[in-house]
């Protein structure tokens, strides 16, 4: 039971997968050769004084790791990037020959490279070494290059970072010069392009600066506070999806935060998950543990009466708060976090309605993340692997009901074969966001473990006990996670419907601070987000504060607009116009509405 990898386990990874334009090994030699091109561009510049030590290919790049006295400064890397790329031009070959361990021992002594000598000693007796020559710089390397600089293409010098030799702190202080390389000049500027949008896009400096959320150190890492501003949001999202929930049939539950421990041990989260649970909780001599999972909460809903077919589908639905151990150097604000409430739910069905609640949970997933302006999908089957539980007909038939879903919902599909979980097939949905980014979202997971685990049965129509077929589902993940890559996505210019301030209400002076508040009463009674700006400010600055609030809408009144009766309204980063209230007020509700 190596892999008991539960529904949404994954989701709230940081999964942000990129699109090389080439395998991946291609790419890989290539930004190593760049590695080996940076130590020959050192050597050039700063002489063989530079301590070497290493150059792997890394994602998203290269580095090499140097001891140099005085310490590289980033002004440096403007030359050093320049002489590479000199390098690059002058289509050097790279070359490589074995050599004795007597003979690289003395290459690096006379040279004064402790590092090299450093990892000589580490590589086992009897295991061939060979060093690797590229214009006038050779050194000990394994081989996986380009066959020449004119190869590596296009070169970035990114940054610089101090790292102890070998991650030991005893060791001396190296220097990690990254940076980045790409065979086309074209995929570099898009690539550098992309980096530059994920910076201003990063949902931790939004969220800092629209107020959304925080993490307090005092509480702890990876547990995140929602600010009101974020809180509208998630409300705003939770109202959406408990409406859709409603309208296909789920029922809301609520289970609670912490249970005896034996329910774990009985759905085997302990046995397998149990490092990443929170607990355990001694409460008169028992255990308790907060739940890494709703789904167990879910099925003694299930089993607290006898269920007959004419009960099945059951769809339980909750915004299941759950917790799990992850090693605070893996948190990543809201995307990888401690605390996380998913949107989950737990669907018990007859093996004959598999097909239609799989085609109806996909349906639904497709409804909400277009809802929020993702289009492009990327679906995903993972089929059985080789140690399944259960009968190999019963998981063709499931296989079979994701497919014809997926068909359905008329979308390709990408099958991982053998790439299932031991206990049923599952269909993950990735999306790409605004700057091409992926991310996988829903996981809609059938389940032929825990039933029988947790002895669940329903009554047939031919009055035997059957087994029901679970399914595990979580549409948009996480709320965290989903509001992490909400915030990237939009950039923090959330479209209207979810904006925590969809418009504020702006007046130039004091006379009109009345007309205002008039204007605030009418907007709100029509369930609209509304802000009166009552500060002394200048227009200028109220307008800039709001503009950089990413308020979709700004009604400024003035003196003739308290005459008229209009408010102008300045669409965010578009056109002014006046208008009469209530036009607004019709206009936004229909843009509410549509949900664009
Ligand atoms: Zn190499
Ligand atoms: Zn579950």
């Not at 990543?332 to 401690?338: A, I, M, S």
């Not at 993950?428 to 947790?454: H, K, Y």
């Not at 605030?520 to 200028?540: F, I, P, T």
């Amino acid at each position: 039971m190596a892999t008991y990898v539960m529904l949404a386990f994954k989701v709230d990874r940081r999964e942000c997968a990129k699109t090389p334009a080439m395998a991946v090994d291609d790419l890989a030699q290539l930004r190593h050769t760049a590695a080996h091109l940076l130590a020959h561009a050192v050597v050039d510049i700063f002489g063989d004084d530079v301590k070497l030590a290493i150059g792997p290919a890394i994602e998203n790049g290269f580095y090499y790791a140097f001891l140099k006295t005085p310490a590289f400064v980033p002004e440096d890397l403007p030359r050093i990037e320049a002489r590479m790329k000199e390098l690059i031009g002058e289509d050097l070959a790279m070359s490589g020959e074995p050599i004795s361990r007597d003979a690289a021992e003395k290459h690096y002594r006379d040279r004064d490279q402790p590092f090299k000598l450093d990892i000589l000693a580490g590589i086992p007796d009897g295991e061939p070494l060979s060093m690797y020559t590229i214009g006038a710089f050779t050194d000990l390397c394994r081989g996986g290059h380009v066959n020449s600089s004119k190869d590596v293409g296009a070169v970035k010098l990114m940054s610089i970072a101090g790292a102890y030799w070998r991650g030991d702190e005893h060791n001396p202080m190296l220097q990690r010069i990254y940076g980045t390389a790409f065979p086309e000049q074209a995929q570099l500027d898009e690539y550098l392009h992309r980096l530059e949008e994920a910076e201003k896009r990063d949902h931790r400096k939004i969220g800092r600066e629209l107020d959304l959320f925080s993490i307090e150190e005092q509480a702890g890492p990876g547990l995140v506070f929602w600010h009101p501003n974020g809180g509208r949001i998630r409300s705003v999202i939770e109202d959406f999806v408990r409406k859709q929930l409603r309208d296909r049939g789920y029922e809301p539950v609520y289970s609670p935060h912490v249970v005896h421990e034996d329910v774990f041990l009985t759905s085997g989260h302990l046995q397998s998950f149990g490092e990443s649970m929170f607990g355990p909780i001694d409460v008169e001599e028992q255990r308790y543990r907060l739940k890494p999972m709703n789904c167990p909460g879910h099925i003694l809903i299930y089993k607290s009466k006898p269920r007959s077919y004419r009960d099945l589908p059951l769809l339980l639905a909750e915004f299941g708060t759950v917790y799990r151990y992850e090693r605070s150097g893996t948190l990543h604000g809201l995307l990888r976090v401690r605390g996380l409430t998913q949107d989950d739910a737990h669907l018990f069905c007859t093996p004959d309605q598999l097909q239609g609640e799989y085609e109806n949970t996909v349906d639904a997933a497709l409804t909400m993340l277009r809802a929020f302006a993702f289009d492009d999908f990327r679906l995903f089957v993972s089929t059985r692997p080789t140690n399944a539980l259960g009968d190999p007909q019963v998981w063709e038939r499931a296989e079979a009901a994701i497919r014809n879903a997926c068909d359905h919902a008329g979308l390709a599909y990408e099958i991982d074969e053998g790439g299932g979980a031991f206990y049923g097939p599952k269909l993950d949905i990735m999306v790409r966001d605004a700057i091409g980014r992926e991310w996988q979202l829903s996981t809609v997971q059938v389940d032929f473990n825990l039933p029988g685990r947790f002895d669940l049965t329903y009554r047939g129509a031919d009055g035997e006990d059957h087994q029901p077929v679970m399914i595990h589902r979580a549409l948009l993940g996480s709320m965290e996670r989903f509001f992490g890559v909400l915030i990237e996505h939009f950039a923090g210019a959330f479209p209207v419907w979810l904006a925590p301030v969809q418009a504020a209400v702006v007046p130039i002076g004091e006379a009109q601070f009345d007309y205002a508040e008039e204007i605030g009463a009418r907007l709100r009674a029509a369930d609209l987000r509304v802000a009166v700006d009552r500060s002394n400010e200048r227009l200028q600055k109220k307008i800039a504060m709001h503009q950089a609030g990413k308020v979709p809408y700004m009604l400024v009144v003035g003196k003739s607009e308290l005459a008229s009766g209009e408010v102008n309204v300045r669409e965010r980063g578009g056109s002014q116009r006046a208008m009469k209230p209530d036009e607004f007020v019709a206009n936004v509700t229909a843009e509410i509405a549509a949900r664009t």
